[in-house]
T-cell receptor, first 117, second 113 residues
Framework: AQSVTQPDIHITVSEGASLELRCNYS??????LFWYVQSPGQGLQLLLK??????LVQGIKGFEAEFKRSQSSFNLRKPSVHWSDAAEYFC???????????????FGKGTLLTVNP | DSGVTQTPKHLITATGQRVTLRCSPR?????VYWYQQSLDQGLQFLIQ???????AKGNILERFSAQQFPDLHSELNLSSLELGDSALYFC????????????FGPGTRLLVL
């Protein structure tokens, strides 16, 4: 079965600084990879996704992520953070379970981003 | 706005009670997924329906059940509620039954007192 690790529970950055949120996954093949963002009291909004092809994926709100097969990682980056980016960020892996079982989306525990003025 | 709607937004009830959460998927989406988000367990997949039929089950308790109706809206029924069932319940939808991007609704916050 697949699993997702987001090593950083909480990250604080200054407005205008660059950002990198880490995500590592465990799966026997290349899974589908997603980043979602959740603002306080809100649902999850899709930032970007990787299915195949170019390993650098562009998303909404100026975010990008890079898939690195050798490191089983899919880190999220933004060159300059805005105060409105403060939220919780979830990495997710979509994959089929063993023995022909169904497709399943598995989420990491999330990284809470605080942005200082 | 993802196009997925959920009602109610908030729900407060007592232990032992039963509640029903409702979800309408995005137009054209045939799959509906239910998730539970709590502080200790994080985001947990509960169950998926595709075009009216149950497709996959996750960590769903026997006290919980769901269904998808012919108009593709879905309901999640939670019965014999316990304090530990207090959580955010999300519905998501996708076009197909697998390998697709899931779009999430705003959630229903359930508080069991």
């Amino acid at each position: 079965a697949q699993s997702v690790t987001q090593p950083d529970i909480h990250i604080t950055v200054s407005e205008g600084a660059s950002l990198e949120l880490r995500c590592n996954y465990s799966y026997g093949a290349t899974p589908y990879l997603f980043w979602y963002v959740q603002s306080p009291g809100q649902g999850l909004q899709l930032l970007l996704k990787y299915f195949s092809g170019d390993t650098l994926v562009q998303g909404i709100k100026g975010f990008e992520a890079e898939f690195k097969r050798s490191q089983s990682s899919f880190n999220l980056r933004k060159p300059s953070v805005h105060w409105s980016d403060a939220a919780e960020y979830f990495c997710a892996v979509g994959a089929y379970g063993g023995g022909g079982s169904n497709y399943k989306l598995t989420f990491g525990k999330g990284t809470l981003l605080t942005v200082n003025p | 706005d993802s196009g997925v709607t959920q009602t109610p937004k908030h729900l407060i009830t007592a232990t032992g009670q039963r509640v029903t959460l409702r979800c309408s998927p995005r137009s054209g989406d045939l799959s509906v997924y239910w998730y539970q988000q709590s502080l200790d367990q994080g985001l947990q997949f509960l169950i998926q329906y595709y075009n009216g039929e149950e497709r996959a089950k996750g960590n769903i308790l026997e006290r919980f059940s769901a269904q998808q109706f012919p108009d593709l809206h879905s309901e999640l029924n939670l019965s014999s509620l316990e304090l530990g069932d207090s959580a955010l319940y999300f519905c998501a939808s996708s076009v197909a039954d697998s390998g697709e991007t899931q779009y999430f609704g705003p959630g229903t916050r359930l508080l069991v007192l």
